[in-house]
């Protein structure tokens, strides 16, 4: 590991002044469960580290506006736990997707010591970024080698992007669900995003896979989507992993819909760890809005979240498995009994 200047302020405006307008001389560190292994992999090799764990107050707070809220309206700091998301009363009541998805990241030691914002700003898990002696897109190369190489856990949706990774964020799926907007923190002040506006699909080495500048730091997401008179919110996270713990995903559907009767209403599916981005499906959205969520509509939206993919010589087993968790999560929000799992 190359050495670093260790830097730990005490509170978002003392951090900034201490980044770079460039990406790579300086890096954040939250809970330390990404960046550390970039680093020992040679991935990162930043001159300065700028630890966040020093920073208190709202940063490592969970506030939920229950007064005249239904749901509760929630603002999560940047620096709040995955466990501390995934046991939060309000969340687990209000927004089950997002706790359920908070509480099946890795294990409970990486949930114990992993972060919201590391989460929505950690880099990507392709094998060809993570070696060292791959100069790939990312790192300033002329090539993606997933394209045609090993790639099983890849993206499917793959049209118009030259790097196929997926998005490794379980938490980024559910906000975009609930409609989430992100407070950002830069040398000009600070400023909100749509959290659906926070990703991009990287393309070279100056990039990331989110849309925040080198000098801004994540403070806090807050959502709080409002169902109509008499009509509850309901939402599921499915995922389909090679295991039950310390994996990754290799496909991720949320369903959020207020239930009028039995009747879904403003339906969201977002999907993700499918492509370099989380995906809104206005497709599948579609197959559910106004209706009952039944075998036959659940089946209809599953297959509607799978128009456009182009997946690559190795993952289109991921189909599939994309068009059944986006079924599952629909029939699950809607508290149909979980059949598959008995």
């Known amino acids: 590991m190359k050495n670093f200047t260790y830097h730990q302020p005490t509170s978002v405006a003392t951090a900034l002044p201490l980044l770079d307008d460039k ?5 954040l560190l939250a809970g330390g469960t990404d960046l550390h292994d970039l680093q020992k992999e040679y991935v990162a090799q930043p001159e300065k580290v700028v630890s966040l ?3 208190g107050g709202d940063f490592r707070k969970i506030t939920a506006a229950m007064a005249g809220m ?30 359920a998805a ?15 914002g590391g989460s929505l700003c950690q880099r990507n898990r392709c094998w060809y970024f993570r070696d060292e002696h791959v100069l790939c897109l990312l790192k300033g190369g002329r090539k993606c080698y997933a394209q045609e190489g090993e790639n ?6 793959t049209q118009g992007h030259p790097c196929v990774i997926v998005h490794p964020s379980t938490l980024a799926p559910c906000l975009i669900a609930f409609g989430a907007t992100a407070k950002v923190a830069g040398p000009n002040g600070e400023r909100e995003v749509p959290v659906e506006k926070l990703f991009q699909a990287p393309v070279k080495e100056t990039q990331r896979e989110h849309t925040l500048a080198p000098n801004e730091i994540l403070v806090s997401v807050t959502f709080g989507p409002t169902a109509p008179a008499g009509a509850k919110l309901a939402s599921a996270s499915y995922e389909v992993k090679q295991r039950e713990t310390n994996e990754w995903p290799l496909v991720q559907a949320v369903v959020a819909f207020a239930l009028s009767g039995k009747s879904a209403k403003g339906v969201r599916v977002v999907l ?4 370099p981005t989380p995906i809104v499906s206005e497709s599948a959205a579609k197959a559910l809005e106004g209706k009952e969520v039944t075998e036959q509509t659940a089946t ?14 190795q ?3 991921k189909v599939k498995l994309l068009a059944t968790a986006v079924k599952r999560a629909a029939l699950t929000a809607a508290g149909a009994k979980p059949y598959w799992s008995e």
């Open 53 to 55: 764990t020093g920073i």
């Open 102 to 116: 908070a509480g099946m990241i890795a294990g409970p030691q990486i949930r114990n010591m992993g972060t919201l």
């Open 315 to 317: 993952n289109g087993y």
């Open 152 to 157: 099983q856990y890849h993206a499917i949706f």
């Open 70 to 99: 239904s749901p509760p309206r929630v603002t999560i700091g940047a620096g709040v736990k995955l466990a501390e998301i995934a046991e939060d009363k309000a969340i687990r009541e209000a927004y089950p997707a997002l706790a």
């Open 23 to 27: 990406w790579g001389k300086t890096e």
């Open 272 to 275: 993700g760890h499918v492509a």
């Open 300 to 313: 209809a939206a599953g297959e509607a979240a799978c128009e456009g993919v182009r997946p690559l010589n």
